[in-house]
């Protein structure tokens, strides 16, 4: 049991220093060894006769070898594969602890070890019987077995000129048996070894080197399954940092293709400013010229009053005169209409100060967090920023149900609406084409429907356009896919806006016919507590109850019934 216990490099600490003496001794030992043989049989036994002399029974003698250590053909390569396999210098495994285990039962040996061999060494990633962690390459037993294919075995080191020499083998180690298997992948390197060790001479059955080689081979399997996970680990972390970047530039996407879509409408939106401003700018002038004419009576009636009170009845005369002349000069009905320059001036105003508010809320970062949204507002707003694309050109014809407040993110879902409005304005316009002088027609129906999921909102916008080709149908929601030419479109519209439906939990499905127009349909669900709200026409206005039937007719039908009036009308 002192095997167990003592160290294993204790003996090697002088070895490499005393190798050479070794050597010496070895050659000089041979004709010694030789002449004291025939010296021992040559001498009489002094109990035997010399009518019965026998010869004595003498051991043979083991003479180290002096060749060269074996090193394997493929030795560059082999190393490369094990340096693959990052697993030189860590820490011990469980699953190959209690293999190394089951060899040294199997075999019936106080120490197993499962050791790589490196350039210099052999590493025990897993051991049974010592604390020991590695040992010099130069004297391992293992390093042999690494170049067979099958189980190496040493029944007695003593009488192997390998290693009767070995410092392991005439030191306190005082190794005799040893049985290795080859740690063999699946490229055919031999990486290490699943061996058993004793201090005694020992020889294994055929079943129990059978068991070695099965072991070595489950350990070997072992050892590529943990490389794959670790190349699996590798491969998921960089698919982490790569979603986490394309995660990022997705919003990035998000964000550029909206205030594309604003772009767009920057031209319709500095021309709907302008129409109010222009004439609140008329009107300011003009109530201008007013104010000069009335700073002028008043300076008139001031001097009158001072002629009054002063008696200067000659000046007054003609003072009164002067008065006279100025009043038939003025014009009376524009004194009557200024009231009505005021009122048209801060309408004007109100409607600028509208429009600003509606591109800031279509505009501003997303929420962080969802919130509840009237949907029918949402399209109003969406409609408003859209307005210079869509009048005198679009009838816009609304079927606004009563919906209840919806938990999402509403400037997101407003891009959705604005990308909707502005592919069917873009669809429906029929400048340039055979239908030219006729107007398009953009439809937009909201309703609340039961299903099997619950109460879900469905918006349907739909189009009298010229329709989208069932192979490009197909398509249509896949990113940077567009049917515009080069320059008119990202392609990124509808696959965001997918996204930012399938994000809410919801649904958004196309049809088309070519030559009548295009429908999409957008179904989303909403909270359960949510209270129902009127449909108004604009986010500050009001309306009436929406009249029965709630929901639109067909797509690209119409009875001429419409829900409000076309606010775009010219």
């Known amino acids: 049991m002192a095997f167990l216990s003592t160290p294993w490099l204790a003996p090697l600490k002088n070895f490499f220093a005393k190798k050479s003496a070794v050597d010496s001794a070895v050659t000089e030992s041979r004709p010694l060894a030789a002449a004291s043989l025939s010296a021992e049989a040559a001498r009489p036994s002094p109990q035997s006769s010399p009518q019965a002399v026998q010869s004595p029974v003498v051991p043979p003698v083991v003479l180290p070898s002096t060749d060269p250590l074996p090193v394997p053909a493929n030795e560059t390569e082999r190393l490369a594969a094990l340096e693959s396999y990052n697993v030189m210098d860590t820490l011990a495994e469980a699953e190959f602890d209690a293999l190394t285990k089951l060899a040294s039962q199997i075999c019936g040996t106080p120490v197993a070890l499962m050791s790589l061999i490196d350039g210099d060494r052999q590493w025990f990633k897993s051991k049974v ?53 080859p740690l063999t992948n699946a490229d055919g390197y031999n990486l290490g070894t699943l061996c058993v060790i004793s201090p005694e001479p020992q020889q294994l059955s055929e079943m129990q080197k059978e068991s070695l080689r ?17 190349e699996l680990t590798r491969k998921n972390t960089r698919l982490e940092e790569t979603l986490s970047t394309l995660t990022s530039t997705q919003d990035q996407l998000v964000q550029s293709e909206k205030m594309a879509s604003l772009g767009q409408m ?52 003609a003072k009164v005169a002067d008065n006279e002349a100025m009043l038939a000069d003025a014009d009376a009905a524009f004194y009557d209409l200024a009231q009505d320059r005021f009122r048209e001036s801060i309408d004007g105003i109100d409607r600028i100060k509208d429009l600003i508010l509606n591109l800031k809320d279509f505009s501003r970062l997303d929420e962080a967090d969802m919130k509840k949204a009237d949907l029918n507002s949402g399209l109003d707003s969406s409609l408003k920023i859209a307005g210079n694309l869509l009048k005198h050109r679009i009838d816009v014809v609304k079927y606004y149900g009563d919906l209840p407040l919806v938990k999402c993110y509403p400037a997101k879902l407003n891009q959705v609406f604005l990308n909707l409005i502005t592919n069917a304005a873009q669809a429906s316009d029929r400048t340039g084409t055979e239908k030219a002088g006729t107007r398009g027609r953009i439809t937009i129906a909201t309703s ?20 989208i080709a069932p192979e490009n149908l197909k398509k ?55 209270t ?12 009436a109850a929406a ?24």
């Open 476 to 530: 249509i929601f896949e990113p940077f896919f567009t049917t515009k030419p080069v320059g008119k479109g990202t392609g990124l519209g509808l696959s965001i806006a997918y996204k930012i439906i399938a994000q809410h939990g919801g649904k958004i499905s196309v049809t088309s016919t070519v030559g009548e127009g295009t429908a999409f349909k957008i179904e989303l669900p909403i909270a359960a507590e949510a």
């Open 547 to 570: 009249p029965e039937p709630a929901l639109p007719k067909p797509p690209f039908q119409t009875d001429g019934k419409k829900k409000s009036a076309d606010i775009f009308a010219d």
């Open 214 to 230: 099965t072991l070595a081979a489950e350990v070997a399997a072992r050892l590529e399954l943990r490389r794959k996970q670790m």
């Open 448 to 467: 609340l429907t039961t299903t099997t999921d619950g109460d879900r909102v469905v918006i349907e916008v739909s189009d009298n356009g010229h329709g």
């Open 266 to 317: 920057v031209a319709g939106l500095a021309h709907e400013i302008n129409t109010p401003l222009g004439y609140v700018r008329s009107n300011v002038a003009e109530l201008g010229e007013l104010h000069t004419e009335m700073k002028t009576l008043i300076d008139s009636f001031r001097t009158m009053q001072h002629l009054l009170t002063t008696g200067d009845y000659d000046a007054l005369a």
């Open 532 to 543: 129902l709200q009127p449909s108004t026409l604009f986010a500050d206005e009001p309306t």
């Open 129 to 181: 019987g010592t604390d020991a962690t590695e040992t010099p390459r130069d004297i391992s037993f293992c390093q042999h077995a690494i170049m067979e294919e099958k189980v190496f075995e040493i029944p007695n080191a003593l009488n192997d000129p390998r290693f009767v020499a070995n410092p392991l083998v005439t030191g306190d180690m005082h190794i005799r048996f040893y049985a290795g298997a």
